[in-house]
């Protein structure tokens, strides 16, 4: 199975807002509302972000969102702040029964 | 709360089987609506989903890494299990255990994970 598309990297200033693309298939993003999105700090594991495409877990907040067009689904982070730098990740539900991952986003404060 | 904590060996040397068990606390590996998966990270690399395992013992795996690869549970430990056979220096990465919430396919409590090196 091939890994999602993600830029390799997105940059804003504190309080600007970016965007993250995870492009798949038909077979994945396209069909199911079941992605997902992960935050990983340097050396830390992944925490999850947003689940079935736009849900928030308690304690995440509300300057992450997410949504889904087509075999496209995105992450956008408002406001940003220098706690946000980080690596991110995307991940699908396939029509194989299996998970795939995209390749991540650095994401820079500048 | 739940708590996932990887062990095994940091060094496995190529064509070998590198194994890992991950423990499960503060919580049934037996509850309903879980799976309980690896994922790996090579250094300076993005995840890698290897599989899933239901606490009745039903599997999923990483089509590219299917023929290599085998996890199992033992629910009287609480602990879920990964044996990899016949690695390769490509193997080495930082192996995660993570709980996974069926109904929305999502890894919502994740391990610190553990670094494992193929080396000889």
């Known amino acids: 199975q091939s890994a999602l598309t993600q830029p390799p990297s997105v940059s804003g200033s504190p309080g600007q807002s970016v965007t993250i693309s995870c492009t798949g298939t038909?077979?994945?993003?396209?069909?199911?509302?079941?992605v997902a999105w992960y935050q990983q700090p340097p050396g830390t594991a992944p925490k999850l972000i947003i689940y079935?495409?736009?849900n928030r877990p308690s304690g995440v907040p509300d300057r992450f969102s997410g949504s889904k067009s087509g075999n496209t689904a995105s992450l956008t982070i408002s406001g940003l702040q220098a706690e946000d730098e980080a690596d991110y990740y995307c991940?699908?539900?396939?029509?194989?029964?299996?998970?795939?991952f995209g390749g991540g986003t650095k994401v820079t404060v500048l | 709360q739940l708590q996932l904590q990887e062990s095994g060996p940091g060094l496995v040397k190529p064509s070998e089987t590198l194994s890992l068990t991950c423990t499960v606390s503060?919580?049934?590996?037996?509850?309903?609506?879980?799976?309980w998966d690896w994922i790996r990270q090579p250094p300076g690399k993005g995840l890698e989903w290897i599989g899933s395992?239901?606490?009745?013992?039903?599997?999923y795996y990483n089509p590219s890494l299917r023929s290599r690869v085998t996890i199992s549970v033992d629910t009287s430990k609480n602990q879920f299990s990964l044996w990899l056979s016949s690695v390769t220096a490509a193997d080495t990465a930082v192996y995660y255990c993570?709980?996974?919430?069926?109904?929305?396919?999502?890894?919502?409590?994740w391990g610190q994970g553990t670094m494992v090196t193929v080396s000889s």
């Open positions: 993570a709980k996974h919430e069926a109904i929305v396919d999502a890894f919502n409590i």
């Open positions: 503060g919580g049934s590996i037996s509850s309903s609506n879980y799976y």
């Open positions: 395992i239901y606490h009745s013992g039903s599997t």
């Open positions: 038909s077979n994945d993003v396209g069909s199911y509302n079941r």
């Open positions: 079935e495409v736009s």
């Open positions: 991940s699908s539900y396939t029509s194989s029964v299996t998970l795939v």
